[in-house]
């Protein structure tokens, strides 16, 4: 069964994404990527370094993958959409993920600033992928602006801590009809798990594996824990029940031989 | 409310009578704590924490994996000028001291910068001394244009300015801001600065302020290590941090701990700072503020730098120099005063290196001009 997932009209087959910060080394990033294959990897344009002969992160990345900036550091839509230009001046590519971030102590994205900036990217052509906190009206409204995906977080950047904001990512992957990507918070492939058991389309993950003692396995198994749940949520979950079937029932006077 | 009034708050706690009150289970349950609060701090900064510094080291490597990751960036400071009319007992630039001054052209401007530039750094600090004269805002503005075309982020390490100078310089390009208060204690304050227009210190202690209002996106304070009680000095510095923090969320905050060293004149170090009362600065200023950016210079060994290094640090500057003109222009005139002497001599090169053996990626560039 072919089970592929369609952004931008790019054919997604691995639904793990991957986040280039935070690693030791370009090269140990570098061996991780290949070890977890993704379709699509994110990258800070901040970070990225083109006059550098030997420091240059595109040339650690993959071939196979699609690189999506992102526009980290930016602060407002305005600082955003011109991070976006600027990537997509420098690079071949017209995918976007913004970040907008004014809180720099817990890293919480700011969503009416990221509305704003994806109104304005989306028609300038870019595919828009934008990170937010997870609010069903925002994202309807991204939705409207033509959004390509929307990336809610599963607990602050960074953090580990899982996907902390369940319920409302469920109602999100419940009541948006394009793909919902969890993103930041993620600590271990059972939580990359439970998202894609959840019903999301896709998963990023970056902290947990780029500070793992051995980032190249980590992302080999986050790799295998959303294949594994995306496979469970496809082939259909028989429904849960919380109580079993008591000896006396209570209701048992209501039955006939009672009477 | 400024920092002022906070720091009015504070200024007169018993600091000895606070920390003798505080039992092994205190600081056991400041290294765990989320709460920010002074007597986190304060606990986390106490003669018995002494006595769980690994217990801090681990807590302090983990938060900085955590929001920082196996990253370390790198940056050097390009001192433009050390013409100064300021009276610092501690600094080599001292007004009175009888040295040649030196202040860059245009021209050598260019030459320094494509010299830096070509280590592959992206991230530059400049500095001047505090002369009207000679290295008056316009000038900054003039050396501005010609270093955007060379690097990625450009940070003034000079003289306080007025918000709507600030406004001009991060119109200008300027997007960190490093200004050391030095000492928080009014009274030491005014004994090491004896003259010139930094004795002000109302006005240095409200400048990170005025930048932050003004949209700059990192601010780095900083005090000077040696001048006063540490302890009361360090804690006084984290409530600052917290405080831009706090009041101003879309900036980065960093701090810096520049331990003073020997230098020209006769000034004697009054308060010594050892190695292990630098780990727990380092890990106290990472347990209590998380995502705080904290420096180290060369003037540390290098050693001592990689040492601390896991603790918690996530900037350091990489073949510096102190002098006008050091990297390429005027670095063998012997005549020519560095402002303090650098005890990690090791280059741009041999610094990634360390980093890599040491398992963190030598970050070079984190920003561009947008």
Redesign the interface.
């Known amino acids: 069964m072919e089970d592929a997932l369609i952004i931008g009209g790019k054919v997604i087959y691995n639904r793990l994404f991957i986040g280039t910060g935070k690693f030791s080394s370009f090269a140990l990033m570098r061996d991780a990527l290949e070890a977890a294959d993704p379709s699509v990897v994110t990258v800070a344009l901040r970070r990225v370094d083109a006059s550098s002969k030997t420091d240059n992160i595109l040339d650690y990345l993959p071939k196979q993958c699609a690189v999506m900036p992102n526009t980290s550091g930016a602060r407002n839509a305005d600082e955003a959409v011109r991070i976006a230009r600027l990537a997509q001046a420098s690079g071949a590519t017209n995918w976007i993920k913004i970040e907008v971030i004014q809180d720099n102590k817990y890293l919480l994205p700011d969503n009416l600033e990221t509305l704003k900036a994806t109104e304005i990217l989306v028609k300038e052509g870019f595919i828009v992928l934008p990170y937010m906190s997870p609010d069903l009206s925002i994202a309807r409204r991204l939705v409207d602006a033509g959004a390509a995906a929307v990336m809610p977080l599963g607990s602050p950047i960074g953090s580990n801590r899982g996907i902390k904001t369940k319920e409302l990512v469920e109602i999100m992957v419940r009541e948006i009809k394009i793909p919902v990507i969890v993103d930041a918070g993620l600590g271990s492939p059972s939580d990359a798990c439970e998202c894609m058991e959840m019903g999301c389309a896709a998963v990023l993950v970056n902290t947990a594996i780029a500070i793992a003692r051995d980032p190249v396995n980590m992302a080999r198994a986050f790799k295998d824990a959303v294949s594994a749940g995306r496979r469970a949520y496809l082939a259909g979950f028989g429904s849960e029940k919380n109580y079993a079937s008591p000896s006396s029932p209570l209701t048992g006077f209501l039955r006939k031989e009672d009477h | 409310m400024s920092y002022y009034d906070l720091y009015l708050k504070y200024k007169d706690l018993d600091f000895e009578h606070i920390f003798s009150g505080f039992s092994s289970a205190d600081v056991l349950a400041a290294i765990d704590s989320k709460k920010q609060d002074t007597r986190q701090l304060l606990a986390l900064l106490s003669p018995l924490a002494e006595n769980y510094l690994e217990e801090m080291a681990q807590c302090a490597h983990n938060l900085s994996?955590?929001?920082?990751?196996?990253?370390i960036q790198l940056y050097t400071p390009m001192y433009l000028s050390n013409y100064c009319d300021n009276q610092c007992g501690y600094c080599g630039f001292n007004h009175n001291n009888q040295v040649s001054r030196r202040k860059l052209t245009l021209e050598e401007v260019e030459k320094e910068a494509s010299v830096i530039s070509s280590t592959?750094l992206?991230h530059i600090l400049i500095l001047t001394g505090e002369s009207q004269a000679m290295s008056p805002l316009s000038y900054i503005k003039d050396c501005l244009r010609i270093l955007k075309k060379y690097f990625?982020s450009i940070s003034i390490e000079i003289y306080a300015l007025t918000e709507s100078e600030y406004a001009e310089l991060i119109a200008s390009g300027v997007d960190g801001l490093t200004l050391y208060q030095e000492t928080y204690d009014q009274r030491v304050y005014s004994m090491v600065h004896k003259g010139g227009p930094k004795k002000d210190y109302l006005f240095r202690l409200g400048a990170p302020e005025r930048a932050a209002k003004n949209g700059i996106?990192n601010v780095n304070i900083g005090v000077l290590l040696g001048l006063n009680d540490w302890r009361k000095e360090v804690f006084f510095m984290g409530l600052h941090a917290k405080y831009l923090?706090?009041n101003f969320?879309?900036?980065?905050?960093g701090a810096s701990i520049p331990r003073l060293k020997a230098h020209l004149g006769d000034f004697k170090i009054p308060s010594e700072v050892s190695d292990q009362n630098m780990a727990q600065i380092i890990t106290a200023l990472r347990i209590f503020l998380p995502?705080l950016g904290i420096s180290l210079s060369t003037r540390e060994p290098a050693k001592l730098r990689e040492d601390l290094l896991p603790l918690g640090i996530t900037r350091i500057s990489a073949g510096s120099s102190t002098k006008v003109g050091g990297h390429a222009v005027a670095a063998d005139e012997s005549f020519n005063l560095a402002q303090f002497e650098i005890a990690d001599l090791r280059n741009v090169e041999e610094v990634k290196a360390m980093l890599?053996l040491k398992?963190?990626?030598?970050?070079?560039?984190?920003?561009?001009l947008?």
């Open positions: 994996l955590q929001y920082f990751g196996k990253t592959g992206e990625s996106r923090q706090d969320s879309s900036v980065e905050i995502r890599t398992g963190y990626q030598p970050v070079l560039k984190d920003w561009m947008i």
